[in-house]
């Protein structure tokens, strides 16, 4: 049986490829470490995946983030969006993969990133408003794909 996070990101990456059926995808498995601000031990670990969403025919890329819940590590999400564009980016520039047949898929010069950021969660822990200034602060546009808005924090 399936864990619910393993469900959400299931479910969740089924919301991308409807909304973005023309785009190919590059995702990596991450995950936040929750420690306690006094001891500094680790309380627990949130996983979450982030995805370039890239339209080859048109060559820009927009980033998506899924999580089964966003609380206050919100603010680490634009730092961590521009790590892993330079992630892939050097990615793409050594790697090869498989899956089209078009190899130049893979190089990511010429590819604009839009600034557009989509969150994809089960639950939203933090105003919608407070997460949307936050991205604009760091010249990002977010889009919010939210299931549930509970600010009960």
Known sequence: MHSKKTDVFETMTSKVEN???????????WEFVLTDKKTREI????????LAIRNDAERYVHI?????????EYVQLPDLVEKFLLEIKKYTETNIGDDTSSKKIHNSSGFEFTR???????????SEDVLQKHFQKNNLVLQVRAAKHNLSV
């Open 19 to 29: 909304e973005f059926p023309q785009c190919s995808r590059i995702h990596a498995e």
């Open 43 to 50: 309380k627990n670990t949130k996983k979450f995946q982030i």
């Open 64 to 72: 998506g983030i899924i999580i089964s819940e966003l609380s206050n």
């Open 116 to 126: 557009n950021v989509y969150l994809y969660t089960d639950k939203l822990l933090v």
